[in-house]
């Protein structure tokens, strides 16, 4: 399919995210002329790339899924990779959007030009005048690898968690792990005994406790078919509980012994070496960093013929991975488990606004928008996951799902209005930002001791929505149109010569 030279809302991923904007903005209005652009050549963002073994979802995948297109069909409570990436990909065949997402297909650049008011969008498969933008390109889309010296040096095989290399047999080698966040707590129990030895090299060690999963059988997921009402009751359950972590985490951090001691026990069923155990107990409060799900992390690193490094590495070499200590230790395979850029989303660098300068250069290394979703400077520009729409106690669908609200809500008071731009003020911007400041502070993501990616190059949290995901529902519910400047549309055509008036709501 071809890039139109005009096109009125342009979304630009097809991940969770820009598949909740592109169906909730036809469900509100079935003519709406919405076109997808995703770089890779088939949707399912993060579900598509993340392949390695035993990548699967760590919230209960009743909840982790759209509540407009829920699915009986889940073999676990706690999906696999497989199964939710078919899972996108039958919802974009059930809601009938494959004509509208055009693959292989990358965005360079988008300019807004304020003469017409209209974003000015460059892609690798040409250029198109959008009306509206809605980027939806993920947080956690971009691997990180970190600038380690001598790595262009190392002869053996080098890969990312997130871009597996499935050619390589790891069958027999010695393989390094750097990192041990989510993703290597899934990965690592997976590959452990197809290697001749694995050497993990923790930096921080993480709070872990066990992955309630369990097969859902066919009984159960004929009830769920037959009676769609029990699987809602099921999400509503799942919700609740979830919703009570934010209870800890955030209003109640004087609780958080109780989880450690949970965790405690946990670490000490598993791993019977008391120097192992020493080294993975982490010294800040649990939730902190996101609070990992698993029954085989932590006795696998006990095992014989794993080593666990907590001295960070210091470099590579022809042959090895160098720690801390001076001491290089010989593989033949490295793989980074290293996360993602969330706090510096290379798409910043691809949008300019009203002023020219780049999202990026606004943020001068923190991000910051009005509700998670729009900044300053930048009209008729629509973030998914965005600011300080993360969190660590539930589903980012759920969140999603409020940001696409919010979107159909600004569409439909645009033409409400026959307005050809909306502009969130930049004092409505500042002041959402500083009660998330406050409602952070004193959370155990800032106070819980530790640093994590939630904090970003100016140790501002600008990942973490604060509090409970209803809160978030609320705000974004209805556009907040007060809060906004409208430029009416005044022209008789799109001449490029005339301005615009511009009025606050
Ligand atoms: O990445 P991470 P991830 N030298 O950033 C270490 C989501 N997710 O891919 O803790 C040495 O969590 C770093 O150490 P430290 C989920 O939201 C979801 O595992 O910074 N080590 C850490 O141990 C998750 O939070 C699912 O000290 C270095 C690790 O690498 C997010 O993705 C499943 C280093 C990075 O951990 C990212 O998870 C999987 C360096 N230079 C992931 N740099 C679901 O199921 C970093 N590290 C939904």
Redesign the pocket.
């Known amino acids: 399919m071809s890039l139109e030279q005009r096109v009125d809302i342009l979304v630009v991923g097809a991940g969770f995210a820009g598949l909740a904007a592109v169906a909730k903005i036809l469900a509100a209005d079935p003519a709406a002329d919405v076109t997808v652009i995703e770089r890779a050549s088939d949707v399912g963002g ?1 579900w598509r790339d ?1 392949t390695y073994p035993g ?5 209960p995948t009743s909840l ?1 899924s759209f509540s407009f297109a829920p699915s009986p069909e889940w073999s676990h409570t ?1 999906a696999r990779q497989p199964e939710l990436f078919a899972y996108l990909k039958s919802v974009v065949e059930r809601l009938g959007l494959q004509r509208r997402i055009i693959t292989d297909c990358e965005l360079r650049s988008a300019t807004w030009d304020s003469s017409i008011s209209r974003w000015s969008v460059q892609t690798s498969k040409g250029a198109t005048s959008a009306r509206v933008l809605v980027a939806a390109t993920g947080a ?1 889309s971009t691997p ?1 690898i ?1 600038d ?1 010296p001598g790595i262009d040096a190392f002869s053996g095989t080098v890969f990312h ?2 871009t597996w290399n499935h050619e390589h047999d790891l069958t027999g080698e010695r393989v390094a792990v ?9 990965f690592v129990p997976e590959i452990v005994d197809r290697a001749q030895r694995l050497t993990v ?4 060690p ?1 709070w872990v406790i066990p992955r309630l999963d369990r097969t859902i059988g066919r009984l159960e997921r004929t009830l769920y078919k037959r009676i769609p009402a029990a699987h809602r009751a099921v999400r509503g359950i799942i919700y609740g509980y979830r919703e009570a972590y934010v209870t800890v985490l955030a209003d109640n951090p004087w609780m958080l012994p109780a989880v450690k001691v949970f965790a405690k026990a946990n670490l000490k069923r598993q791993v019977k070496n008391p120097a192992t155990r020493a080294a993975l107990t982490p010294d800040y409060a649990p939730g902190c ?2 609070l990992l799900l698993s029954n085989d992390w932590l006795r696998t690193l006990d095992r014989p013929d794993v080593d666990l490094v907590t001295s ?2 210091t470099s590579v070499t022809e042959n090895g991975v160098v720690d801390a200590s001076g001491r290089n230790h010989e593989v033949d395979t490295i793989i ?5 850029t969330p706090t510096e989303p290379p798409v910043s660098h691809l949008l300019r606004g009203s002023d020219g300068r780049t999202l990026a250069e606004r943020w001068g290394g923190s991000p910051q928008a009005h509700l998670g979703t729009t900044v300053a400077g930048f009209p008729n520009l629509f973030l998914m996951y965005g600011p300080n729409t ?1 969190l660590g106690h539930s589903s ?1 669908v759920y969140m999603l799902e409020s940001q696409a609200n919010y979107v159909v809500s600004a569409l439909a008071e645009m033409k409400a209005r026959s307005a050809v731009a909306v502009e969130v003020d930049e004092s409505a911007q500042r002041q959402h930002n500083s009660w998330v400041d406050s409602a952070l502070d004193g959370t155990v993501w800032n106070a819980g001791g ?4 939630y904090l970003d190059a100016n140790g501002r949290n600008s990942t973490m929505w604060p509090t409970y995901t209803f809160r978030f529902r609320n705000k974004t519910r209805e556009f907040d149109v007060s809060n906004y400047r409208i430029v009416p549309d005044t022209l008789e055509s799109d001449s490029p010569e005339s301005d615009h008036e511009v009025v606050s709501a």
Not at 55 to 59: H, S
Not at 178 to 186: D, F
């Open positions: 993060t993340n990548c699967a979802c760590d919230v982790y706690f956690l990180k970190p380690v968690s997130a750097i990192g041990t966040g989510a993703s290597a707590v899934q090299f923790q930096r921080t993480a960093k996101r960070g590495l980074f488990a290293t996360g993602f993360n980012i530790c640093s994590s990616w």
